[in-house]
């Protein structure tokens, strides 16, 4: 692992950051480049959840260099944030953007695609993305961030759609290198991508692998997802990177905590309903003390819990009407805080 000496400060493009300050506001929080593989790089988001204090900087964003394009692996959570990443790729190489892969369709993996999006940069994302850009969730998330993360995330934020939609395993070629697409889901979402770079022996996964925090389940398949887990191990990539969290050199390792806590979330909320208890109790029953130290359990747990909680009811009255909310859950949007 290298850490490519390459920063940008806060205006480090003055002309075009006035010419476009309200798109593009700027940003203090450190963002630096690290080098996993001989072509591969990586951003590293800041720990915990999103927040006004990391302007919207949680997560991670990778990119390829080859000999005839980047190609970029997620965009980060804010306009703001892309450009900042855009700028370190510039800073990295002479090579130009030509392709950036979008994992899932979350807030803090794709909002920065408005400073991608320009002619000669295609999009790619999973074909499922259609049917998530079908509903009402983006617009009520992008309004939602229009709140928690105003400047970064305004009035001339908005929703970029793919320009190519891939089915479950796609591969292709540029400059020399192999990179397989290949569908996850449905796991941390129905449209999880992973993107291997066969020379490099690097697999991005997105939101498969929450390094060091407990992950955020939102409206995921729990099972399928311990599933999905299990596949990328039997790729045996010799370096990861997750979503969110350091790249691991040891996949066995680092996904057992995500791995872990998906199974015990699973395995606990199902026998506390087999038990016949409702969500309260069943919730209250569960020693969570193995992962309540870790970052984001404060916030994410609960949630996580009554999620579990639907897919076991779902499955037990087999039946298409939908299950009815605890009083005391309170529904959220479909994807991390």
């Keep these: 692992m290298a850490v490519v ?49 990391n302007e919207g900087f949680n997560s991670n ?31 990295t190489t002479s090579q130009p953007v030509r392709r950036v892969v979008i994992s899932h369709y979350h807030a803090d993996h794709f909002y920065g695609l408005q400073a991608f999006k320009k002619p000669g940069v295609d999009v790619w994302a999973h074909e499922l993305v259609r049917d998530y850009l079908a509903t009402d969730a983006p617009a009520a998330r992008l309004a939602e961030r229009r709140q928690s993360l105003l400047p970064w995330v305004n009035d001339l934020t908005r929703i970029v759609v793919p320009d190519r939609f891939v089915g479950n395993d796609t591969v292709f070629r540029m400059g020399g290198l192999t990179f397989r697409l290949m569908h996850a889901g449905p796991a941390h979402t129905p449209e999880d991508l992973m993107m291997m ?21 939102a409206d995921a398949d729990v099972s399928a997802w ?12 010799r370096i990861v990177v997750g979503g969110h969290g350091p790249e691991s050199t040891n996949a066995v390792a680092d996904l ?15 026998a506390a309903f087999d038990d016949g208890l409702d969500f ?48 005391s859950a309170k529904p959220s949007l479909s994807e991390s805080p």
Excluded: C
């Design 5 to 53: 000496a390459v920063a940008v400060g806060s205006l480090a493009r003055p002309d075009l950051a006035a010419a476009a300050a309200s798109e593009f506001e700027p940003v203090a929080v450190p963002m630096q480049v690290t080098q996993v593989a001989p072509h591969s790089y990586y951003v590293l988001g800041q720990a915990g959840m999103v927040s006004s204090a």
């Design 197 to 217: 770079v066969e020379e490099d022996g690097v697999l991005f996964v997105g939101d498969l692998m929450f390094t060091g925090r407990i992950p955020f389940v």
């Design 256 to 270: 057992a905590l995500t791995r872990d806590y998906l199974v015990y979330l699973r395995d606990q909320i199902a």
């Design 226 to 237: 311990i599933q999905a887990i299990d596949r990328v191990l039997r790729f045996n990539p």
């Design 280 to 327: 309260d109790a069943a919730y209250g029953r569960i020693d969570w003390s193995r992962f309540s130290g870790l970052p984001a359990f404060d916030v994410a747990n609960r949630r996580n819990a009554y999620q579990a909680y639907l897919n076991v009811e779902r499955e037990a009255l087999s039946s298409i009407r939908p299950s009815a909310q605890p009083q």
């Design 61 to 91: 964003a990778g990119f390829v260099v080859t000999s005839e394009g980047v190609v970029v692996f997620d965009a980060l959570g804010t306009p703001a944030l892309g450009k900042r990443l855009a700028d370190l790729i510039a800073k």
